[in-house]
Every structure is written in structure tokens, then in C-alpha cells.
């Protein structure tokens, strides 16, 4: 129930100073770290002081904020598959999608965050993203499918045959955004309507400025570098008989069930003392 202070090597044993003044410096033959993820640098000073190498944390596992985008109306809706990619970079994801109250969220969003957590950080979480609302990157293909729905429900108003089973809300705000009447009918929209279309549904782009998380908690990325460690033992590589296990070490996975993972088969191997 005491914070540390520090971890000193004493001969082959390990002294840890509490912050409480009244608390005296005790001796350990091992001891095992495993305090999660540091959101600052600070709170991993006093590993770093013991020779440690230390991976800059940042979070990760977040979802996107939009604050000026009016996509947020469309809260709750979820289309399941998708491409989602930053603007400027090589980073990408796939999977569901879900629009929040303020902006993006879902798998495809959180695996982005991950990807890409140290370079959104250092762009302060403004950035741009591309959706591609139905998964399928040759525009070639999106056009033909569309020319088959003109094709075949030529007489049928825009708002009644939606593409690829995009859900109705999105479907509307898509025509809107594309500023193509939903009365307006599939065998009237000629070449540049179809161009429209295409572009909205594969490369849709929406302005993301910060990032907003769940009940305040995220994923740490960094931490101790994984060249501090020695991964058959989960021992420290410059503290003799200091053990890491979970979220403070440099490994963060894409989604919270390998964090988990990630975290339980560190403990177990660290538990593994001689």
C-alpha cells in the first residue's frame, strides 16, 4: 500500500525507498514491476535512473474526434466493413466503423490509433482520414456496381436502392454531402453524378482534431524498451534479478484482448523464479 521511490541494487539484493517518510527502506531478493503504463516519461524516471532504457509513452487506442464535422448526426450507426486510412501516411485499417456523438470509433479506428499512435501524437491529433464506406479499392469495381443498380432501377429514386446495404442515415448524408437530391432518379444521374458517388464511398474525407477516450482510459505506447529486458526470463538486462511484466514494457497491440494477453503471459513468465 506504499508508493516507491526508487529501486537501489545492493549487493545481489534489491532495496526499495518508499515516498512515505515514515516507511523504512526494505531489502528483496526479487521484484517484479508491474505497475501498467505511464502516461508521462516522469513516472518512469525512477526505472530510467537504474540504466533502463525508456520508449517516450504516448497513448494509444483511442478514438477520433470531429469536432467540426457534421457526420457526428449519425451517431450509433456502425457499418461493418470498411477501409480507413490517414492522409499523408501509409497507415491503414479495416473493419467496423462506428460514428459517435463526437466523431469516429469502432475497430477499424482503434487498430488505426495504434498504428499510427507515435506519429498522431507528434501531429498533435490533427490529421485527416479517409473512409472507404464499403470496403472495395478499385474504383473500377465500385463504378460497375453502381452502373449495373442504374441499369437495373433506373426509375428508382436515389434515396430508395442504397449501394453495397449502406444503412439509410448514412446513405441520406452521403447524397447530401455529395449534393445529389435523394428524389433525384439512378437513371438520371449521368457521368459526373456516378463520379460523385464513387468518390464519396471510397474516398471520403473527414478532418480529425484531438482524440477523445473511453472513461479517460487508453493504451500506453512505450515504455521500457524491449532492449532493457531479457524476454526468456522477463528480467531486466541492467538490474539483476528486477523483473517487468505487462503494459509498462514498450508493446501495445491492437485491441485491448492482446494488451490482456500481452500482460498475463509477461506475469507468468516473470512469476517463473529460480
Known sequence: ?????????????????????????????????????SPNRTG???LE??????????????????????????????????????????????????????????????KL???????????????????????????????????????EYSG?????????SLPERLWLYLLEKSDLPVDKKWGELGKGGMNKLVNVLTHDVYSVNG????????VTCGGVSLESIDFNTMQSKVCKNLYFAGELIDVDGITGGYNFQAAWTTGFIAGQLD
Open 1 to 37: 500500500g506504499c508508493g516507491i521511490r526508487a529501486i537501489r541494487e545492493v549487493g545481489d539484493r534489491l532495496a526499495l525507498d518508499f515516498t512515505e517518510d515514515d516507511v523504512d527502506t526494505r531489502m528483496f531478493d526479487k521484484v517484479i514491476v508491474a505497475t501498467g503504463g
Open 44 to 46: 518512469l524516471a525512477w
Open 49 to 110: 535512473h537504474l540504466g533502463h532504457k525508456i520508449e517516450e509513452p504516448v497513448p494509444s487506442l483511442f478514438t477520433f474526434n470531429m469536432p467540426a464535422e457534421s457526420v457526428k448526426k449519425l451517431m450509433g450507426i456502425v457499418v461493418e466493413k470498411t477501409w480507413v486510412s490517414i492522409q499523408g501516411t501509409k497507415l491503414k485499417s479495416e473493419g467496423p466503423l462506428l460514428i459517435t456523438h463526437w466523431g469516429m470509433s469502432g475497430p477499424a479506428i482503434l
Open 113 to 151: 490509433s495504434a498504428f499510427g499512435a507515435r506519429w498522431l501524437g507528434d501531429m498533435g491529433y490533427e490529421f485527416k482520414i479517409q473512409v472507404n464506406w464499403v470496403q472495395v479499392q478499385n474504383q473500377d469495381v465500385v463504378m460497375e456496381n453502381l452502373k449495373s443498380i442504374v441499369y
Open 156 to 164: 428508382k429514386r436515389l434515396a430508395n436502392r442504397r449501394p453495397y
Open 211 to 218: 482524440k477523445t477516450t473511453f472513461k479517460e482510459e487508453f
